[in-house]
């Protein structure tokens, strides 16, 4: 499977976390993810993706990605992903903002940054999972 191509766009039931608070988002996010074999569990803001991590530790041990929002009105992203660092060290960070929000994020926190939409990108998440957690 290459990158970039149709069949790399699909999952083999990955674990992503995405948070965001805009439902519509949430809603079209999730199923895109799901529609190519991902398993997706969704979060509103940075405090419920964090309270996720806490109540359902064994669970969300086995997230691969962290798909987030860098604005979040609970939560800035960067720093929410600073703390999902210090609880899930392996998984993938995504945010998705403007792009001086991410340059200064990547430049700060060290995570790898997409704009909207995900799916344009030409390595897809399962390419970037496979990557950070090769078998």
């Known amino acids: 499977m290459k990158p970039g191509t149709t069949e790399s766009l699909y999952g083999n039931g990955e674990l992503i976390l995405v948070i965001d608070d805009e439902p519509n988002t949430l809603l079209m996010t999730r199923d895109i993810l799901e529609e190519r074999n991902y398993r997706v ?36 992203g960067v720093a929410l992903m600073r703390e999902i660092k210090k ?5 993938l960070l995504i945010g998705s903002e403007t792009a001086s929000l991410l340059e200064h994020a990547e430049r700060s926190s060290g995570f790898f940054s997409a704009r909207a939409p995900v799916e344009s990108r030409s390595c897809d998440l399962s390419c ?7 078998a």
């Open 41 to 76: 569990v969704c979060a509103k803001g940075g405090m419920e993706a964090l309270a996720m991590f806490a109540a359902f530790s064994e669970q969300m041990s086995n997230v691969r990605v962290v798909l987030t929002d860098i604005d979040l009105p609970d939560m800035k």
């Open 87 to 91: 609880l899930k060290t392996e998984a």
């Open 128 to 134: 970037r999972a496979r990557r950070a957690h090769p």
